[in-house]
């Protein structure tokens, strides 16, 4: 007998953290490649998927991958791309992680890159209704001067769709106290902050980011699940986690998903939200993190529409656009959602 009922609405997702130059399918990398006669030699395997076996080997097949953006036009198209493909999956917001620091190894100034980017988060908004903002970051193995310079690029060309300020990079080299100063210019212009921590370092990352850095989200912050008394600071302080599972995975910081913490940290109180990072190379998407997320753990659709709440709460977005939001969930439980 066929079934005629109707079918149940796709959850709304938000997503707060993937790297844009990390969102690139492989399939735009090889065709901006071939644009720019760009040589791709061992950046894929066999199977056409990027190829690198551990985190030095990741970061330089990113690298690779980055390079073959060189004009507006390629990170328009890179947004628009990536946004696109979100809001298929039922994404109804996200913020990009833009580094310009690579955009100005491919010789791009900064005002271009974001002038790029901001074009293909229109047309997708246009396209889809999805809404985007944008986070530059600094790297913090280029040292404490280069993260200010980032800061400092993004104070002296404001942008409406650059909302947020972070940091980025081997979170094992340069202590927080060292970018204090990028943060507090940062802040002062109104920028939102966040800070990976709590990913290949251990909890103490975690609040040396909070002591020193004064920052509302924690890109990662996994880790914090070894130190109960950083839990309860997460908590009680309403810092918000940007978890990434598939990331996590992939990268070999847990062996299978039902081992990740993110349920215990969900359970502690702590404020989570899932995000991919970098889609492509660790085989996912934020459709496939609410999915495989919900039913390693049992999450209702309840709890899965709570995630998408607090990202909508805690991004880095102008309060109309946040009612806006909002409503769209609101919509979506009138439509035959959970509530």
């Not at 104070?155 to 094992?172: K, S």
């Amino acid at each position: 007998m066929t079934d005629t009922s109707p079918a149940r609405p796709v959850v709304p997702k938000a997503e707060l953290h993937v790297h844009v130059e990390g969102a690139a399918s492989g399939a735009l990398v090889r065709r901006l490649a071939t644009r720019h006669r760009i040589d791709l030699e061992g950046l894929f395997d066999e199977d056409g998927a990027y190829a690198w076996d551990d985190f030095a080997s990741f970061l330089a097949a990113y690298d690779r991958a980055s390079s073959v953006f060189r004009t507006p036009q390629d990170f328009a198209l890179l947004s628009e791309t990536y946004l696109r493909a979100l809001a298929a999956e039922g994404t109804i917001y996200a913020e990009l992680t833009i580094s310009p620091d690579h955009a100005a190894a491919a010789g791009l100034s900064y005002p271009d890159y974001v002038a790029g980017l901001a074009e293909g988060i229109g047309r997708a908004r246009a396209e889809s209704g999805i809404e985007a903002r944008m986070i530059a970051v600094g790297v913090r193995h280029f040292g404490a001067r280069a993260v200010e310079q980032v800061a400092a690029q993004v104070i002296a060309h404001p942008h409406p769709l650059v909302t947020g300020f972070g940091l980025a990079g081997d979170e094992r080299e340069g202590h927080p106290a060292n970018f204090a100063r990028a943060f507090r210019m940062a802040g002062e212009a109104g920028l939102g902050l966040t800070a990976h921590a709590g990913e290949f370092a251990g909890p103490e990352s975690v609040t040396a980011a909070l002591d020193f850095l004064r920052v509302t989200r924690i890109g990662h912050g996994v880790r914090a699940i070894e130190d109960r008394a950083v839990v309860e600071r997460i908590a009680e302080d309403g810092i918000v986690l940007e978890i990434c599972p598939g990331s996590n995975l992939a990268l070999g910081l847990y062996s299978t998903l039902r081992f990740h913490p993110v349920n215990l940290l969900r359970r502690a109180g702590c404020r989570i939200t899932l995000n991919s990072d970098d889609p492509p190379f660790f085989g996912t998407t934020l459709g496939h993190e609410y999915r495989s997320c919900a039913a390693t753990f049992g999450w209702s659709e309840d709890v899965q529409l709570a995630l998408t709440r607090d990202a909508i709460a805690a991004a880095f977005c102008d309060e109309q656009t946040r009612r806006r939001l909002a409503g769209r969930l609101g919509a979506h439980v009138a439509a035959g959602g959970e509530s």
